[in-house]
Structure formats: C-alpha cells, structure tokens
C-alpha cells in the first residue's frame, strides 16, 4: 500500500488471535503497521480517520474473524450539549487547572499513573509497568501530541491525558487520574473538558477509540451524545438504543 503522505510502501501485520478482553468467549486479531518518523503526522492522521488506533509508534484496527464489536468513535463537536450530569461533571472538577504539555514523560506522571493502574486495571496487561514502559507510551511515535495535566489548587498533579492532535479534532489516546478522586469522575470530565477545547478551537471531533457494546470497560462510551462510529460504509450517527 502506498500512502499520499509518503513515497514508501506500507507494510500491514496480523497478530495471532488472542482471548479477547472485552467479550468473553471471543478472540481478537489486530492489523497493524509502524508509524515512521519521516512520515510526519500525516500518516497518523490518515489511518486514524480510517479507524486505526495508535499505541506508541505502532498504529493498529481490530481485524477479527468472526465478531465486528470494535468500533471506533468520534463525538462531532458542533452538535455536542452537554446533558445536566454532564454539567455536574464539569462542575466538581472546576477547581482542576489544565496545562498542555510537550509529551514528555516525567517521574510525577508516572508515579500517578502507577496509583491508576494498581486501583483500577491491577490484573490488565499494563499492570506492573516500569517507567522505561511509560517513556515509551508518551514519547514513542509521537506526531502532533501533547498531555493536558490537571493539578489541584495546591498544584497535586490530579489527572492527565495523552492526546493526539488531528486537524480536525483531538484523538484521546490514554488518560489515567488520581483513584481517590473516582468519585468526582476524572475520566468523564478529562473527555468533557476536551470537548470543550475543541469547541474553542472550532475543531469539528473528540475521537475516543473504540467502543464495544457489552463491554463493561468500553460502553460507557455510548453516553457521549450525539456520537459517530465508523462503519465500511464510512462514518454515521449513534441511535438512541444501539
């Protein structure tokens, strides 16, 4: 495959089927491909808008043989209202200031995210990570990204989210808080908040990977409305009861 951003032919991969781990009984293959430097963002920007996802400088799509759950989605921006819980949201975390930052790892990041993975993901594939893992999640790869950092009013370093930034809109590619804030919902408030930077900047998407409905881990997604998800036939609406 050559791709309009390069003169270099594109190789895919296919990874080995694996127990899925977000529907139970199922088994997930992935295509991937590298992301060169000398491609510049355009080869990120391309692929993502095709349904790719990207982990460090690798960018893959879920390829499997016999379930079609994955898909990703984008909230269009434009038609966004923020619902009243959603604004209730917001309101919790109004003390968080944000900074955007060049992607680079720091040890205060790390120790954060260590404190997320242990509360929340402690038996996931990315439990027991070391801070070498970290500087390659945040610094490997990267195109046009930053982190956005939530600190407290006394400066505590809350949560954080690496983003990609696309020309049309931010890809949220992993975001990640302070446990013991789960009551004021970091999570949803870090995507609420870039939707609200996109709607500043006029920038028509908030990409938020995939979502697969069933999954507990994923179908909170289906909340954010009005919301897109890319199908072969290209992109189209969210209905209420999908």
Known sequence: MTHPFTTRQLPFFLTAPTPCPYLPGQLERKVFTRVDPADGPGLNDALTHAGFRRSQSILYRPAC???SACKS???PVAEFTFSRSQRRVLKR????MVDIRPADATTEQFALMSRYLE???GDGDMAGMHFLDYVGMVEDGMQRTHIAEYRDPAGQLAAAALVDELPDGFSLIYSFFDPDRAGS???AFMILDHVRRAK???LAHVYLGY???GSAKMDYKARYSPLEVLEPAGWR????GE
């Open 65 to 67: 043989e016999r379930c």
């Open 73 to 75: 989605v984008r909230i």
């Open 93 to 96: 975390n109004d003390g968080l």
């Open 119 to 121: 509360s929340r993901h």
């Open 185 to 187: 919902s970091p999570g």
């Open 200 to 202: 500043a900047a006029s």
């Open 211 to 213: 979502w697969v409905k």
């Open 237 to 240: 609406r969210l209905e209420a």
